[in-house]
Structures are given as C-alpha cells and as structure tokens.
C-alpha cells in the first residue's frame, strides 16, 4: 500500500503517464503477447498435426513397400524347378550342382532383381548349404556360414525378419544401405524347411516416399530400430549411428524438443520409427519474421502514442501547474497577476473563473482597506485637533497670573492668541491647511508658552515665501512641538526651537530641530521601529504623538512620505517628508 | 496494485503453460492394436474320414506343424473305418467339449448335416475339409483342388496316354461323398465335351476300404475285357488297381490315372504298372485348414488371393476355399514327396 501512496503523491502529469502506461500499453502488449502465442500454439498444432498425418501415410507405404518385399518369394513357389532344386540334395555332382546353381540364378535374377521393382539390391537363397545370390551390385561378406544362422532362427520364428547393415556383414560396394528381409522357404507339399531368402532392399525407397516430406531442406527423416535405435535410413546422411527413442515422449505424434519440430511414428509392423524433426525456427520463420515486425511496430507506436499522449498530458497539467504557482503567488499577498485564457476548454473556463475570482478578491480588499484607512485617519485627525486640556488649563493659569498681575495688554494678547487658536482647531472637516495657517497656528501655540515659560523657551521659524500657496496636513507640526518643549524642559532650563521648512528634490521636508536632551536611544529606536510600520497600525505608545503624525502622512500620501528622527551634537531633530503640493479646494473636500 | 500484479503474473503464466509440455500432437494407434492384442487361446477339432490310412496320417502332420506354428490347440480324432455313426459320435464329443472351431472331413453329408447343424448353433465355427457337407450345414468348405479342374485334369491325362477313343471306368470313394460327385460330373461332361469316342462303362465305388477297392478293381478289369483305362478318384482306387493289373500282367494295355498318394504309388511309378498319379497334398491341407480355423476365429475376413503363411495363394469362391493345383506325381518327382 506505500505504492498507492507514493501514486497519490505523483505529479499530474507522471500520473496521467503512469495510468496510460497501465490501462493502454500493458494492455495492448499482453494482448499482442496473447494474440501471438495463440497464434503461434494454433500454427504448432496444426503442423503438429499434419506432420504424423504425412508421417503415417509414409509409414504405411514404407509397411507397404516391405510387405511386397516380404512376399516376393512367393514367386519361387510359381516355378516347379525351383522347388526342385531346393529340395534335392547337396551331395551331387559337381557338374549337376553348378547347372542348378545357373539355373536358380538366372530364375532370382530374372523373376526378382528384373522385374517392376527395381529396389532390390540383391536376393540371397541360403538351402542345404548353399548359397544362390543373384544381386544388381557387387558385394562382400554373407558368407554360407553366418547366413545359416539367420536362417536357422528363422525356422523357429516361420515368420520374416529384418536385418539392419550393422548386423550382417553384407556390404554392397556402391556403399548403398539396405535393410535386409529374410523370409523362411517352405516346401509346402511336404511340410518341410527348405531353407531361407534374404531380401536386400535398397532403403532409398524411403527417400522416394518421404519426398513429399521434405519441402524443408533442413528436414531430416530417419528410419529407426526401435530396439537399438540403429538408423536404418537418414536423409541427412550418416551423421549419427543410432538415435535414443526412449528420450522422445511418445510413440506416435508429434512434439517439439531441442528447438525441434519431432514428428515419430511407427513403421514396419511396429520394430521402427519413423522420425522427422525440423528446427522449429525454419519451420517457423515465417512467423518470427512476422514477430519481429510486430514488435517493431509496436514499439513504433508505443513512442508515437507516448509522445503524443505526453502533449496532452502537458496540455492539462501545464495549466493547472501556472494556476497553482498563481495562486502560490496569491497566498504571499500578490494580487496583481491575472492569467492569459487562452484556451474554451474546461481549464480556460477554471482559468476564467479563477481571475474573475482574484479580481473580486483585490476589489474587495480595496475596498475595505481604504474604509479602514479613512475610519483610522479621522480618528487620528480627532485626537489631533483635541486641544490639550493641560495646555488649556496651564494658559488659563497664565491669564490668571497676568490678570493678578495687572498685566492687561499681555492677557488680552494671550487670550486673542488661544481664541484664534481654538478657531483654528474647531475648524472641523478641513484636513489641508496651506503652509502659512499652519505655522503661524505653531507660532500662537508657541507664544502662549512662552508667556507660561518666559526666558527658557525661544523659537525660530524658517520657510520659504510661497508658504502661502503649499498645502500640508492640519496640525502636523504642533504635537512635535509641543513633544519638544515637554521632553527639553524636563531637563533643561532653557529650549530653542528651529522650525525650517525646504523645499528638496521635489519634496516638501518640514525641519523641527530643538537643543535639548536628544532622543534617548532606546527610546529611539523603538520609535524608528514604529515609524516603519504599516501605517494605520497605531501603537499606544507613550510617542502616540509623533507616530501618529506619521501615520496620517504615510495615510495620506502613501509609504514614500514620513518622517524621520535625528540625534544632533545638541538636541534633537524631526524631519517630516512631504510632497511638495499647491493649495487645492479638492483637498479640503 | 498487488492484486494486479498477480493478475499478470497469472496472465503471463497462462499464456506460457500452453506451450509448455512439449507434446503436440498424440496420433491414435488403432491402426496397430490388432497386432498387440494377445491372441486368444483356441481350440480346434480336425476329425478325417478315417485315421489309420497314409492320406490323412499326411494330414495330420501338416496339422500339427500348423498348431506348432499357431500355438492353437488342436485335436486330430476320426473313426478307425470309414464309418459315418462312428464319425457323427466323435463329433457329438467335441461338441459337448465346446471346442472353437470344428473342421470335419464328411464321410456322409446327409447324415451329419444335423450334428453339424448343432455345432454351428452353439456358436462352433463350422469347416469342411477334403469332403464336403451340405453348404447350410458349415461355414467354409475347404477344397484341395478346383473340381472342374480336376476333372478334366483327370480326363486329359488318361487320353494322354490311351488317345481319344475306347472304354474306361472310374473307382469312386462312395456314391455319398459330394465332391467325388462332382470331380465325376466334371469327368462326364468334359468327356460328352470334347471326347465323344471315349466311353465311360461303369463307376465303382470302393467305401474307402482297401479291400473293396482291390476287389472292384479286378471285377472291372475282368468284365470288361476292351477296357483300356482306369480313373481313380478316390486315393484308394490307383494303388488297387495298379496292384491288380501288376497281378493280371495288363500293365501295358490297361493306363491307371487318379488321385493317390505318391507314397503308395512310389513302387508303381518306379516299376512302369503306373506312368502318373495326382494328387494335392495333404499336409498342406491340413495345414491350411488349421490356419483357416484360426484366421477365421480370429476375425479374418477370407479374400480371394489371399496369401497364407506356409500355403502361399489360395482362391476363395464364396464359401469354398481351394487351396491349390493338382500335383502329378511321376518317376522323376515321385521321391521328393513324403507322403
């Protein structure tokens, strides 16, 4: 089952390839194998088939051929004067003896060797120890003696036998082989042995009888002695002596064995075989030829379909391989990527879908994102323009003291100052002031402290004359201001307030720099930290106001503005980073 | 997975195992089963006319060469004179020992074609032999010799001997025995035929006793003073006539033809009283009808021309069997033969 697995965690495309592989070629390659060895077990059977048919119908004419033989003798017993001199005795005059040698001669000659078959080699009357022989080739051996012991064995027997060349000494000179039929001669009238005739068949015969047979050349037909598997007849020649019929598994059909086609059947009344074999490969060649070209082919197509069939893979995976890599690039917060549809396919229609879907998504989080960002801002910008009731009441205290003391012209200035201030900040709805009204709002808040705080704080401003016609955020330098002042007179006796304002490569960078005691660096650098954020991430910080002034810029004008700490020699430095922008009516909208 | 594994295992396997064993093809061997079946062990009864006489004492050794050859059991029994009770007793016998085949030699057709009758009823292969019976009586006849044929064979080698013209009798076995019937039929017509100056005076019948046909034989010589020819068709009448003409010094003016066994006519022949005898011969035959017997046991289909070891060709015409051409006997032949 860890197979199944290792499937389900396959690529697409190599799960495609695989399920192909396993439902169309081992399919089609079993079938192929299948369809083959059925064909090939069909054509086996058939030639297994045909060849004992053909063997037995060869058997039958060699029985037949042997059986003539066999009764060949017969014709002696047509001629009286045969029998006669057969049943006279051997103890006779010279001169009477070789008449009747003449005499059975020219009959054996005449009636056997002369007549329509022409297969005998020679015919042998072995009687009374002698000998008459009558051949149509010159011969050695078969002497009287050993002949009479054939033939005293076939007076036991009374029936004929047959002799293999290996076991007489019989040998023709022309080398022919022969099979050697003996038959016992009878004198019928009297009951009596007479003595025996031995056949000698030229076994070419077969050769004659097997032609049909051998329309392979390679065939090779052999007759063999079943008791000693002696080959009494091989049309490839006398390769081998003998043959071993035990190894064969049958008696009568037809197998295959050592690459061979065997086909074996008995013959002469069962003491031979009849044996063909023929290498199955020339038997078969045909069809191996046809094999080999079949795999060829198939292999062929294999490599076709498989590219082919790679093409289609690759053309639905490849798809769903970018849309998973898209939706990756999603998962990391990309939204700005839709895919080309190029295709009407159930994948373009997915691909369709899935823009149509990440539009959506984009919109959406527009949407909300700038709800958010408006909802942040105007909290913010109501925090900022709450005038702080300490500042309130430390001014209220001032005006008092300067009312104890007498000091008319001062409270009126001071009173007019927080009124035009109070004005400024109930002027509700108007996010951008012009650069002017913003500065002198910082300078009114910076002189009614410094009716509170006399000598210890001083200020300057710097700004360029056009300070009129550029537009800034409401209240955005006063809560770093007011920072200075509450941070610089912790410490120190005295405090002065450098307010610059530039104009650098196209922005508008807005200078607060004091000479008090600087930035503690922790305190730093947690600031720097806060600064980086997201705008809109308002930490509730103790550096509310700073960081608050930085939110709304990055709010307003996006991430490339904001503002930036420095820790001079002496003091402090805030630099705010804004676009450098003219006054518009759209603004204040 | 695995499952599918051994699915194609299995496929591969079976599609292997098809081829595996080798064999393609086992021929049936009918053809060959005749030959391996072992023979049945049969029983065959021979019964002759009569047993003592040198004619059938030669049967009986062609019989017994013949069951040597076989390896069938075989009784040779028949009556000590030529006696149809006696013959009909001896076969009741064999009956009753159920023997296979029962082949006999009739003396008396009209008698025994009742027991014979039986025989064939209880399932016993009938043969007659040398004589025969009445053909629904028996199965086979077994004849020596074509009966036309030796007619005439007789015929012609009287007139060889005494020319076309004068008078001759035949010594017959007995009026009974069919094919002495029918050789004499043949004898006349052949005679009416082709030799109309040849007169056949009389047929005597010698019942297959020696001294019977001794004493007919000097009767005919002596009552028929112009005679110039004797035919013996039955085996006993040459001998007794030769002896009787050697007695009666006729020898020159009186031939001798007929069926006798060359042994009996040995001296004759050698001594001028006879110049030839035929005869077939008997060993053979009872060596072909033990083949017979046992062909036909064994299922044999008899054809004309068929070739039967130790006899060589026979002619089959319908249910006669005829084993052979006569074989005259003389001087120059006589002693080859053995019986």
Known sequence: ?589 | MRKLLLFLLFLLFFVSACNGSGVLYVQNTASSDKQIEPKEQIDIAIVPKVMEIPYFQAVQEGVAEAAKYTGATVHFEGPTTANAAQQEKIIHRFISQKVDVLAVSVIDPDRLTPVLEEAKKQGITVLTWDADAHPQARDYFINMVDAEMLGQHLLDSLVEQIGEKGEYVILSGSASSLNQEEWLHWIKQHNRTYYPNLELREVAYTDDSPVTAYQEAKRVVTTYPELKGIIGIASLGPPAAASVLKEEGLTDAIAVVGLASPRDMNTHLKEGNVRTVTLWSPKKLGYLTVMVAKLLRDGTVMDDGMLIDGVGRIQVNGDQIIMDEPIDFTVENVDQYDF
């Open chain 1, 1 to 589: 089952m860890i197979s199944k697995q290792i499937f389900r965690h396959l690529p697409l495309m190599q799960k495609l390839l695989f399920s192909y592989t396993l439902l169309t070629i081992i399919p089609v390659s079993l079938l192929g194998f299948f369809i083959y060895a059925t064909y090939m077990n069909a054509a086996e059977e058939q030639i297994g088939a045909l060849v004992p048919q053909m063997l037995e119908q060869a058997s039958q004419q060699i029985d037949r051929n042997v059986q003539d033989v066999t009764i060949m003798p017969e014709r002696l017993y047509q001629s009286q004067q045969t029998i006669e001199i057969l049943r006279a005795d051997a103890f006779q005059s010279h001169a009477e003896s070789m008449q009747q040698q003449y005499e059975m001669e020219r009959y054996l000659s005449n009636s056997f060797l002369h007549s329509s078959s022409s297969d005998l080699l020679g015919v042998f009357v072995f009687s009374k120890n002698r000998i008459f022989a009558a051949t149509t080739e010159d011969y050695r051996g078969f002497s009287k003696t050993e002949a009479a012991v054939y033939g005293q064995s076939l007076e036991l027997e009374k029936g004929s036998m047959l002799l293999l060349p290996h076991e007489t000494n019989l040998v023709f000179n022309n080398g022919a082989d022969y099979l050697l039929i003996g038959v016992p001669l009878q004198d019928r009238d009297n009951q009596t042995y007479l003595g025996t005739m031995f056949l000698a068949l030229d076994v070419s015969f077969v050769d004659r009888i097997t032609a049909s047979m051998k329309d392979h050349r390679a065939a090779r037909i052999m007759l063999v002695d079943k008791m000693s598997g002696r080959l009494a007849y091989d049309s490839s020649g006398r390769d081998n002596e003998s043959v071993d019929l035990s190894a064969y598994p049958i008696e009568n059909g037809s197998f295959l064995q050592d690459g061979k086609l065997i086909g074996i059947t008995p013959a002469i009344q069962q003491t031979y075989a009849l044996v063909y074999e023929v290498p199955t490969e020339i038997l078969f060649a045909k069809q191996q030829q046809t094999r080999t070209i079949s795999i060829v082919l198939f292999l062929v197509f294999i490599c076709f379909s498989l590219f082919f069939y790679s093409l289609a893979a690759y053309n639905v995976s490849h798809p769903i391989k970018q849309l998973m890599q898209n939706m990756r690039s999603v998962q990391q917060g990309e939204f700005q990527n839709t895919l080309p549809v190029t295709k009407q396919d159930e994948v373009g229609k997915l691909t369709e879908s899935y823009n149509i879907m990440i539009e959506e998504i984009r919109d959406l989080i527009q949407k909300n994102y700038m709800i958010k960002l408006k909802q942040q801002e105007a909290e913010l910008y109501a925090l900022q323009t709450q005038i702080n009731p300490h500042f309130i009441f430390n001014t209220l205290e001032t005006i008092n003291y300067a009312v104890e003391a007498g000091e008319q012209e001062e409270v009126m200035r001071i009173i007019t100052t927080l009124g035009r201030m109070l004005r400024y900040s109930l002027d509700n709805g108007v996010k951008f002031v012009s650069l002017a009204e913003e500065i002198r709002h910082v300078e009114d808040f910076l002189s009614i402290q410094q009716f509170r705080f006399f000598d210890r704080l001083t200020w300057s401003t710097d700004y360029p004359n056009e300070a009129g016609s550029l537009q800034v955020p409401k209240f955005i330098l006063q809560p770093i201001v007011e920072n200075s002042i509450k941070y610089g007179l912790e410490v120190q006796t005295a405090i002065h307030i450098g307010i610059k304002i530039q104009q650098i490569e196209g922005l508008l960078v807005l200078t607060i720099k004091d000479d008090g005691p600087g930035f503690d660096p922790v305190v730093r650098e947690e600031l720097e930290k806060e600064l980086a954020l997201e705008p809109g991430i308002t930490s509730k910080s103790a550096h509310y106001g700073l960081s608050n002034v930085a939110n709304r810029i990055k709010m307003l004008y996006g991430a490339d503005y904001g503002v930036s700490l420095e820790n001079n020699h002496q003091g402090a430095t805030v630099l705010l980073y804004l676009p450098f922008q003219q006054v518009s009516r759209l603004g204040e909208s």
